[in-house]
């Protein structure tokens, strides 16, 4: 039973045969694309500088039949990154796939701000994405189709309060984003942006948990949601999904926002409870 549910995943999916890198797979969102994505077929790296959480996820994969492997990386570091490329083509064989998905937080106001915090939100957040890139492309051209998929947020296209360094990292995503899209095309690879909205992750429950309410705290910010519910990582990882495979193809340079409707209106008071918020009924 074990092995045929093991041999089940083999050659096929939508990522069969292909190699997909994810920054920040131990937790969140990049470990919901890890996991998805072995699901589809891929051997997976997952990268992060938190290695034993990152074994955990590729045990996971590997214990319900996926390939996966864990590489510890500090995604700030060039060196590191270059290491951790290296590692995923000899172990891996290929590079297919980056996902450039490993982002934290400074909470606080500019002014308050040091240049070392500074760096370091910039480091994590965008100059990753450069050293990503910088080190995967001779791999990427050599698969003839190579996929890279960057993560934005809704603070991508407007201010987040008491966030200045995090929204500033997240608008200069999409310009290296639309860069590598038109400077890359040649080679064939495609460069797209996901910009996600209140994703249920440990990022956002560390936030969340400095109020006095952590729960009331999140139905609150959903009032201001279209829909009225927060996103899953699976919700992410599907998009991310798409721009990695052919589902995509002919697509570049653009960003996806997927935040429940939170960016449709300038204000918004969700007036009582929505569709969403329940199981949709049988057809
Ligand atoms: N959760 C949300 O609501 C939300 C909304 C919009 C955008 N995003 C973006 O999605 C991405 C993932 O966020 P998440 O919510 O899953 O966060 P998370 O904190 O749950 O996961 C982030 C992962 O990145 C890793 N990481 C942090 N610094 C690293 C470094 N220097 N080197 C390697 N790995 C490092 C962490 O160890 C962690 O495993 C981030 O870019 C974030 O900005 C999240």
Redesign the pocket.
């Known amino acids: 039973m074990a092995t045929a549910k093991k041999n089940s995943r083999k050659g096929q999916g939508r990522l069969a045969g292909r190699v997909a890198w994810v920054?920040?797979?131990?937790?969140?969102?990049?470990?919901g694309v890890a996991e998805l994505f072995a699901r589809e077929g891929a051997r997976v790296a997952i990268?992060?500088?938190?290695p034993a959480?990152?074994r955990a996820v590729a045990r996971r994969i590997t214990a319900t039949g996926g390939t996966a492997i864990a590489l510890a990386?500090?995604?700030?570091?060039e060196r590191s990154v270059a290491r951790s490329i290296a590692a995923t083509v000899k172990k891996l064989g290929r590079l297919d796939i980056v996902i450039n998905?490993?982002?934290?937080?400074e909470i606080g106001d500019l002014h308050t701000h040091t240049e070392a915090q500074w760096d370091h939100v910039m480091?994590?957040?965008v100059k990753?994405m450069f050293f990503a890139f910088k080190h995967a492309f001779p791999h990427l051209r050599d698969a003839t189709r190579g996929y890279v998929v960057n993560?934005?947020?809704?603070?991508s296209f407007v201010g987040q309060a008491r966030t200045p360094v995090?929204t500033t990292s997240?608008h200069a995503i999409l310009g290296l984003t639309r860069s590598i899209a038109l400077d890359y095309a040649a080679h064939g690879i495609r460069c797209n942006c996901i910009?996600?909205?209140?994703?249920?992750?440990?990022?956002?429950w560390?936030h969340l948990n400095v109020r006095s309410d952590p729960r009331a705290a999140l139905n609150e910010r959903l009032n201001r949601v279209a829909m009225g519910v927060s996103?899953s990582?699976l919700d992410?990882a599907k998009t991310a999904l798409y721009f990695s495979c052919e589902d995509s193809s002919g697509i570049t340079g653009t960003s996806l926002t997927i935040d429940c409707g939170y960016l449709t209106a300038a204000e918004w008071q969700c007036t009582g409870p929505t569709a969403f918020q329940q199981p949709p009924k049988a057809p």
């Open positions: 920054s920040g797979g131990a937790s969140g969102i990049g470990e990268a992060d500088n938190r959480a990152a990386t500090d995604v700030a570091n998905n490993a982002g934290i937080v480091g994590v957040n990753s993560l934005g947020s809704i603070s995090y997240k910009c996600p909205g209140i994703t249920e992750t440990p990022m956002l560390e996103l990582p992410i």
